[in-house]
Structure formats: C-alpha cells, structure tokens
T-cell receptor
Framework: DTEVTQTPKHLVMGMTNKKSLKCEQH?????MYWYKQKAKKPPELMFV???????INESVPSRFSPECPNSSLLNLHLHALQPEDSALYLC?????????????FGEGSWLTVV | AQKVTQAQTEISVVEKEDVTLDCVYE???????LFWYKQPPSGELVFLIR??????QNEISGRYSWNFQKSTSSFNFTITASQVVDSAVYFC???????????FGTGTRLQVTL
C-alpha cells in the first residue's frame, strides 16, 4: 500500500466551482510534489515544496493554487478550471529534493471538469 | 538536456512469457539516477527500482531484473514468466544533478493475457 494518501479519489467539478485536492504522507519526507497526468502521457511536474516552502512552480496557471500547511500535508486548491484541466493529479514525496532521492507517488485524484 | 526514450509503445504477451522493456537515456551529467515505475489502471505510480550512474551491477528482484549498460545508455527491464497482474504502463525516468525534476519516458503499455 502506498504511504502517500490522496483524497478524493475522484472529483467532478464545474468550471465555476472551488475545490481542493489533499495529500498526506507520514514518512518524514521534507519534499512534496504535485504532478498532472493526461491520458497516455507521462506525469508532468507542477509544483515542488521543500521544507514547506514552494521551491518550484512549473509555470502553472494561477487557477491552481498549492498549499503546504505542514511537513505532512499538501493541498491543491482548484478554482475556475477548464475542461482541459481534466486529468489525473498525483501527489508525491521524497526525503529531500535532489536527484539521489526516490520520489514516492500516491494513488492519484481523477479530476473531471464539466 | 535530459531525455528518456521508451521506443516500445505497447507490448502484448501471453502469460508465462518473458518480456523486456527498453529504456534509452541521454544526459551529459556524470552523476545521475535512473528509475522504473509501474502504473496499473488504478493510477498509482509504483516505484520499482533506482540505480545510480556509478553502479552498473544488474539487479534481480523475484521475477524482475534490470540491465544497466552505460556504454549504450540503456536501462532495460525484464519480467520473467509474466503474469496478468503485470499488465500496466511502465515508465523509465532519469534524474540528474543539474536538473530540477525527473525526466520521464513516454511509457510502455504491457498487456499480459491468459
């Protein structure tokens, strides 16, 4: 079983809705990530947090707003999304950022924007 | 720049056959890490193996084995006696010291049938 848990598993939202995706890990990792994955494509990095501070933003539109309340939690706030934002959103964590650290992924949240 | 090529888009085998998934990478860095992840239909990316650039030892874990060859920039993955539960998309990924993120290949979809 994955040690990175994501909720909800499935989410359907309208373009005017505000919703949040949540992620939690209890491995003591200090780096957390959001990835977006479209069908038949590899995951694409969106955001990286290191020690609860935003370290990388891959030029993600402002309708996606990440938040890291503490070292175990990571949220992704969604507002005014477009149908093309429908995708699998994967949370991940690693002990630290950097190439020597294995990134562990959660089960993902399947998002549909209608 | 970093690049990972998984030339096999889809592979279909019958249960108990052996199958090899190819991965070729490009980087100018001398220190780097290679990964394989499995993604079943449920969506979770499951970490399988990490290999650093200084360790060319092949590895075996049960029915899985990995062949790392720096001379050909390849990190191939073999499943022996495949099973239906091996059906998934498999991603090879590269992380180097100079890159801020994992570089994924496009993935290979493996279908194992009875």
């Amino acid at each position: 079983d994955t040690e990175v848990t994501q909720t909800p598993k499935h989410l359907v939202m309208g373009m005017t809705n505000k919703k949040s995706l949540k992620c939690e890990q209890h491995m003591g990792h200090r780096a957390m990530y959001w990835y977006k994955q479209k069908a038949k494509k590899p995951p694409e990095l969106m955001f990286v947090y290191s020690y609860e501070k935003l370290s990388i933003n891959e030029s993600v539109p402002s309708r996606f707003s990440p938040e890291c309340p503490n070292s175990s939690l990571l949220n992704l706030h969604l507002h005014a999304l477009q149908p093309e934002d429908s995708a699998l959103y994967l949370c991940a964590s690693s002990s630290r950022i950097g190439s020597g650290n294995t990134i562990y992924f959660g089960e993902g949240s399947w998002l549909t924007v209608v | 720049a970093q690049k990972v090529t998984q030339a096999q888009t889809e592979i279909s085998v019958v249960e108990k056959e052996d199958v090899t998934l190819d991965c070729v990478y490009e980087t100018r860095d001398t220190t780097y890490y290679l990964f394989w992840y499995k993604q079943p239909p449920s969506g979770e990316l499951v970490f399988l193996i990490r290999r650093n650039s200084f360790d060319e030892q092949n590895e075996i874990s049960g029915r899985y084995s990995w062949n790392f060859q720096k001379s050909t920039s390849s990190f191939n993955f073999t499943i022996t006696a495949s099973q239906v539960v091996d059906s998934a998309v498999y991603f090879c990924a590269l992380h180097t010291g100079t890159a801020s993120k994992l570089t994924f290949g496009t993935g290979t979809r493996l279908q194992v049938t009875l």
